[in-house]
């Protein structure tokens, strides 16, 4: 049953290698068809009744379609209409190759049983299989062997019972050459426009088609606007021999023209490239891997401060654009200007469907539109479509198909439709969609390792767990919260010491490791809150139930306990499984009150007093040490109960008790943290905070300068210390504004794997560990050292992949994005509503601070609402006031005013809904008065046009 | 782009055998008719030959000399040309002396060396083409060559090596998967009593999934005894149709 075929290939790594692999070539691999008796298959995949009705094949039939079509249509593929495919061996490695997301798209299709995709191993099926021929090119080759395959394939179904079927193959392809040698073979091939348009009753297919190239020449004019990409080989020579750099490309956010290309180099040095203009970038989307040439070094530029944005409407010649190319091209200072380069060409694109909406064609009967990404750093995509009308008004998503040279914009196609825009649920779903947060329902899967209820405590679960339910614990959680996860106590000890213990929930009790929901925990990798929303990373029942440490109940829990003195110094460590029963559970205020209130002197505020007492020395110890304490503005929403929109809202004001929990989560993650380092030094999971590089100082340095303040930033301490005197009399808020200057200039922290990395130190909280285990409810990280610390105590067993450093290390890398993400999006709810908080109040004037200074703009900080908005100077149907922007303070000059960071200023709000996509907060200048810039007061009549709720 | 993709969703296997199915083995006795014994052995693209000497005298250092049995002598040593690049140094060097050293300790648990006291017994393996699994071939094929000897053995020695991947153990890695990052583990068993007589793995590996990969390379050397047993049967059939001419 095994021939076997020995077959030379030359492979180029650095030289010229001879590799000789074996080659099998079987007899028993099968058709995967319904209808066929011959093949001794267990189980078919394709139906007998293969029937997509088309007016070009009236009868039964399997498609098979080549590598291209997959590449370019798989939108059109993923469609339930389509069924009865099947994908060759060949075509699958191809894709393989080319585009890992529309590979992995592909085998999620077929993994789909109701799509009846079989993957049909033809490279080692003996009648299928073919050697390449001498001068015959790879790609050739494998269109012979897809046609071989496709012809194997008809004959094979024509044999005994089938022939009364007339079941048959019909071979997709784009090319036309391949067309043409598959027709002459005698095939049924058609194009896959061709196949798509013939089908009955599906026109919507038709807008999902990518557009190919040659539907492209006519779309545009023959002027060619960007130099052709070169081909992959001259990059890999030109990246080996030095003068081309690779890198990801990163889209600026507040200018088009302008966009960054990290070059990751060896070791920690790390290079930015700087590209500027549209014939650099050379249609480089945000996010490809590009490869990128550096100018001469006399052709350097500094970025630009301007905010440009896109606006123009359909606009499609580039008149305009060469001008505001040359405002970007004004020479700046020669210390400011950064290595410069253009993009050579692409590695490998990152496309991936987008959200946006449709900007209707002027001309009614056009089906050609632009799509305008809510995402800025993507530009528009131009897309054909017949449901214009339906669209516009519509959340949409649209992928990129390609990007001709001589096209302006990039084509793209019609992916589905998110809902009407403007909608909160419409603007939530594409919230999390753009931010890549997974927000289905729980799958039936994953639901059915959830614990059955009624659930209770059985003798099992107390093997090797202690039970303190005697033992005074509480929580002391935010208003509202429902999970969680933490619960603390004190008491004193015979010995006059103190045992402190922090209890968490035992989630990894509940969520064993491999199965569908320990998968799904480590896909989603954290709970996403926003706004009136949690997205949840485990089921409700785990989140707010079983794993809640609600009050009187009893829960199951991981402690962390330490035996102090009364000087705050650990004396013992200790880790347990343990069984706890909460006595209370608090608000932070709550938890204040009992505090302050001396009448008081229950078992429970005695232990929160210690609590206390024991935090405050922590706190200072940790300052001493020099951890930062740095500011950000947080809002928290007032909801209205019915409607769910934001009635008020108010920065997050912090008590003593949120410090007291904090300090005391600090200690147990690090006292983790160093235990399962020293007990699994290759694959302990750990946190650590990069110290900043010292450039990103620069800009708080400035700021700083300004007032007359020295900033030291050589260390953490330094930094610390200096903003902790950092004052300026009469200007009480400077000290906040600075922090949360300092803030911006920090580098993200990140979860890596100990075996991976040598540098573990957290710079934000000068601790040389650090891991988290506090918030194992909504956290992924978390549940990963539960695991390892109960390994580590013996309480639990070890699994392969816990062991594994790389698979660790795959795991921090998605955890690390989901973090970011959910950041984001979390950020991006918050402006969302302080838009909707803003339509309901109208007009508002407001005191605020320039936080920061740009060419053509000043980004103004609203203390009381948290908010940030930029008030432009140069608007389009203006003429645009004198500006003179100083790089060195950085101060602009507007006409007679200049502008200063930290300068008070009065701003009007409002919201800006011309874009229905990008609604923002538009801020104009009130005070101080600038004739032609600033704009008169207006009348505040907020009490008539709000809303009456209550 | 990312590595190759050593088992597919249909579980085929780079070259398109499935996970437990082993190479093409041929082998040939005797091909040597100055040597006590001789064998040359292919499994798949791996080639190797291997020679015995004696049971003989002790030569060199007698102090090595063991009253109550046979001393087993192996040197293990690659062609020049058997890899995809020339070797510079055929043997000795640590690798060799390695392998050398595992050859021994395999043959020492097969050979019936008490029936050979204060004598010495030589195998010889040479890789002449490598792609994978040197020592399980060499094993295979110094096996057939104390046999062609006539040197008594409790058993057949048959080796194979496995890898995990996939949560999968593939039997008898090739070249390519070798090096494509998986853990493999090389035994040698004396399948009819399931003896094992050398177990060899350098990679790391969880030990639940141990007992599952031993299985497979179980599994797996049975299969090369099977065959093994064939090639010495067809030989002496040949060699027993020539004398009794």
């Known amino acids: 049953m095994l021939k076997s075929k020995t077959f030379v290939k030359k492979?180029?790594?650095?030289?010229?290698?001879?590799?000789?692999?074996?080659?099998?070539?079987?007899?028993?691999?099968?058709?995967g068809s319904e209808a066929c008796d011959e093949c001794k298959q267990e189980s078919t995949v394709l139906q007998q009744e293969a029937c997509i009705e088309s007016n070009l094949c009236s009868y039964p039939h399997y498609l098979i379609p080549d590598t291209n079509v997959v590449l370019h249509q798989i939108d059109v593929l993923g469609d339930p209409v389509i069924r009865n495919v099947i994908i060759l061996q060949t075509v699958l490695q191809e894709v393989r190759h080319r585009s890992a997301p529309v590979y992995k798209r592909l085998k999620d299709i077929m993994h789909?049983?109701?799509?009846?995709?079989?993957?049909?191993?033809?490279?080692?099926?003996?009648?299928?299989?073919?050697?390449?021929?001498?001068?015959?090119?790879?790609?050739?080759?494998?269109?012979?062997?897809?046609?071989?395959?496709?012809?194997?394939?008809?004959?094979h179904l024509k044999t005994p019972k089938s022939s009364t079927d007339g079941l048959k193959v019909v071979l997709l392809t784009n090319d036309q050459g391949n067309k043409q040698k598959a027709e002459d073979s005698g095939l049924l091939v058609y194009k896959c426009e061709e196949y798509i348009k013939s089908l009955i009753a599906n026109p919507d297919l038709m807008d999902r088609l990518a557009l190919s190239s040659d539907d492209k020449n006519e779309i545009t004019s023959s002027k060619v606007l960007f130099p052709e990409h070169l081909p992959l080989s001259r990059i890999q020579t030109g990246i080996k021999s030095g003068s081309f750099l690779q890198g990801t490309f990163r889209a600026s956010r507040d200018n088009y023209l302008e966009a960054t290309v990290f070059v990751q180099g060896e070791g920690e040095d790390s290079t930015e490239v700087l590209i500027q203009g549209l014939q650099d970038l050379n249609r480089a989307v945000h996010q490809d891997v590009v490869a990128v040439q550096l100018l001469p070094r006399n052709q350097w530029v500094a970025p630009s401060s301007v905010v440009l944005q896109d606006e123009g409407t359909a606009k499609d010649d580039d008149i305009e654009e060469e001008e505001e190319e040359k405002v970007l091209r004004i020479s700046a200072h020669e210390a400011a200007r950064k290595p410069t380069g253009k993009v050579v060409g692409i590695i490998k694109r990152n496309w991936r469907p987008f959200c946006g909406m449709l900007n209707v064609s002027q001309i009614k009967e056009s089906t050609r539109h632009l799509f305008t990404p809510a995402d800025r750093r993507i530009p528009r995509i131009r897309i054909e479509?017949?449901?214009?009308?339906?669209?516009?008004?519509?959340?949409?998503?649209?992928?990129?198909?390609?990007?001709p040279k001589d096209s302006r914009y990039p084509n793209g196609h019609f992916v589905r439709s998110l809902g009407s825009a403007g909608e909160k649920d419409t603007e939530e779903e594409v919230l999390l969609l753009e931010h890549d947060v997974p927000h289905q329902a729980f799958s039936q899967a994953v639901l059915s390792f959830l614990p059955k209820m009624?659930?209770?405590?059985?003798?099992?679960?107390?093997?090797?767990?202690?039970?303190?339910?005697?033992?005074?614990?509480?929580?002391?959680?935010?208003?509202?919260?429902?999970?969680?996860?933490?619960?603390?106590?004190?008491?004193d000890l015979e010995n006059g010491n103190l045992e402190v213990g922090v209890h968490i929930a035992d989630v990894s009790h509940f969520i064993r490791p491999g199965n569908a929901l320990d998968k799904e925990a480590a896909s989603r990798g954290t709970t996403v809150y926003l706004c009136g929303k949690r997205i949840d990373m485990v089921p409700e029942l785990l989140s707010s139930n079983l794993c809640s440490l609600r009050s009187n109940v009893e829960r199951l829990t991981f402690s962390c306990i330490w035996e102090m003195n009364h000087k705050a110094e650990i004396l013992k460590t200790r880790f347990t499984k343990s069984v706890i029963n909460s006595k209370a559970s608090l608000t932070y205020a709550e938890a204040q009150m009992r505090i302050d209130d001396a009448t008081k002197n229950d078992s429970i505020t005695k232990s929160l007093r210690g609590l206390n007492k024991l935090a405050k020395i922590l706190k200072r110890q940790r300052?001493?040490?020099?951890?930062?304490?740095?500011?950000?503005?947080?809002?928290?929403?007032?909801?209205?109960?019915?409607?769910?929109?934001?009635i008020d809202l108010q920065t997050k004001e912090l008590m003593e008790t949120n410090s007291m929990v904090e300090e005391f989560m600090l200690l147990a993650n690090i006292s983790v943290a160093q235990k399962i380092y020293d007990e699994f030094a290759e694959c302990a999971l750990l946190r650590k905070h990069p110290p900043p590089p010292p450039s990103n100082y620069d800009i708080l340095l400035k700021a700083a300068k300004s007032k007359?303040?020295?900033?030291?930033?050589?260390?953490?301490?330094?930094?610390?210390?200096?903003?902790?005197v950092a004052r300026v009399d009469g200007f009480p808020y400077f000290n906040t504004l600075l922090r949360i200057l300092a803030t911006r200039c920090m580098m993200q922290a990140v979860y890596f794997c100990s075996g991976m990395d040598s540098d573990f130190h957290h710079y934000g909280l000068a601790s040389p560990i650090y891991t988290h285990f506090t918030s194992p409810i909504r956290r992924y990280a978390d549940i990963i050292v539960h695991r390892l610390l109960a390994a580590a105590i013996g309480a639990d067993s070890t699994y392969p992949d816990l062991m594994d450093k790389?698979?660790?290390?795959?795991?921090?890398?998605?955890?690390?994005?989901?973090?970011?993400?959910?950041?984001?999006?979390?950020?991006?709810?918050?402006?969302?509503?302080?838009?909707?908080?803003?339509?309901?109040?109208?007009?508002?004037?407001?005191?605020?601070?320039?936080?920061?200074?740009?060419?053509?703009?000043?980004?103004?900080?609203?203390?009381?609402?948290?908010?940030?908005?930029?008030?432009?100077?140069?608007?389009?149907?203006?003429?645009?006031?004198?500006?003179?922007?100083?790089?060195?303070?950085?101060?602009?000059?507007?006409?007679q005013h200049t502008f200063h960071i930290f300068d008070k200023v009065k701003v009007t709000i409002s919201l800006d809904d011309s874009n229905i996509q990008h609604q923002k907060i538009r801020m104009a200048l009130i005070d101080p008065v600038i004739p032609g810039v600033s704009v008169p007061a207006p009348d505040i009549e907020p009490q008539a046009k709000k809303p009456k709720l209550d | 782009m990312a590595g190759m993709e050593l088992l597919s969703d249909q579980g085929y296997r780079l070259d398109g055998r499935k996970a437990t199915e082993l190479r093409k083995v041929q082998a040939r006795m005797g091909v040597f008719a100055q040597a006590d014994g001789s064998a040359y052995l292919e499994q798949g693209n791996t080639k190797a030959l291997a020679v015995v000497y004696g049971p003989h005298e002790m030569r060199g250092s007698r102090s090595r000399t063991l009253h109550d049995q046979a001393v087993i002598n192996c040197q293990y040593s690659m062609a020049t040309f058997s890899t995809a690049e020339r070797k510079r140094r055929p043997h000795g060097d640590r690798k060799s002396t390695e392998m050398s050293l595992h050859l021994k300790q395999t043959f020492e648990a097969a050979v019936m060396t008490q029936l050979y006291p204060r004598s010495q017994i030589d195998i010889y393996v040479k890789i002449l083409q490598s792609d994978g699994g040197n020592y399980s071939v060499c094993v295979n094929a110094a096996t057939l060559a104390v046999i062609d000897a006539g040197i008594p053995m409790r058993d057949y020695v048959c080796a194979c090596t496995v890898g995990f991947v996939d949560e999968t153990p593939l039997?008898?890695?090739?070249?390519?998967?070798?090096?494509?990052?998986?853990?493999?583990?090389?035994?040698?068993?004396?399948?009819?009593?399931?003896?094992?007589?050398?177990?060899?793995?350098?990679?790391?590996?969880?030990?639940?999934?141990?007992?599952?990969?031993?299985?497979?390379?179980?599994?797996?050397?049975?299969?090369?005894?099977?065959?093994?047993?064939?090639?010495?049967?067809?030989?002496?059939?040949?060699?027993?149709?020539?004398t009794s001419d």
């Open chain 1, 454 to 491: 009624p659930w209770a405590i059985t003798p099992e679960d107390m093997v090797r767990r202690e039970d303190l339910r005697h033992l005074t614990v509480c929580s002391v959680d935010p208003p509202g919260c429902t999970d969680i996860d933490d619960a603390l106590h004190c008491r």
């Open chain 1, 385 to 403: 479509t017949r449901q214009a009308s339906t669209l516009a008004g519509q959340r949409i998503m649209v992928a990129i198909d390609g990007w």
């Open chain 1, 11 to 31: 492979t180029r790594s650095g030289r010229v290698m001879k590799i000789v692999r074996e080659h099998y070539l079987r007899d028993d691999i099968w058709c």
């Open chain 1, 708 to 724: 007359d303040v020295e900033i030291h930033t050589d260390s953490a301490k330094a930094l610390a210390d200096s903003l902790d």
């Open chain 1, 623 to 646: 300052i001493e040490k020099g951890a930062l304490t740095l500011s950000s503005m947080e809002v928290r929403f007032h909801m209205d109960s019915e409607t769910h929109d934001p």
């Open chain 1, 806 to 895: 790389h698979k660790q290390s795959a795991l921090c890398i998605n955890l690390n994005y989901r973090h970011k993400m959910a950041q984001y999006a979390q950020r991006a709810s918050v402006s969302f509503h302080t838009q909707l908080f803003f339509k309901n109040r109208g007009i508002v004037n407001e005191e605020g601070f320039v936080l920061f200074v740009r060419k053509n703009a000043i980004i103004v900080l609203i203390p009381k609402f948290g908010l940030e908005g930029t008030v432009f100077f140069d608007t389009k149907d203006k003429t645009a006031p004198n500006l003179v922007f100083d790089e060195e303070g950085p101060t602009l000059n507007v006409e």
């Open chain 1, 112 to 155: 789909e049983k109701e799509k009846h995709f079989y993957t049909f191993t033809n490279e080692h099926h003996r009648e299928t299989f073919i050697e390449r021929e001498p001068g015959e090119s790879a790609n050739d080759r494998n269109d012979r062997a897809i046609r071989v395959a496709a012809r194997w394939y008809s004959q």
């Open chain 2, 171 to 242: 039997a008898d890695l090739c070249y390519a998967e070798e090096g494509g990052g998986v853990s493999s583990l090389a035994l040698a068993l004396l399948p009819r009593g399931g003896q094992i007589a050398l177990l060899q793995m350098d990679a790391r590996l969880h030990q639940d999934h141990l007992e599952r990969l031993i299985e497979a390379a179980m599994t797996a050397c049975k299969g090369v005894g099977k065959v093994l047993d064939e090639v010495v049967r067809q030989h002496l059939q040949e060699v027993s149709v020539l």
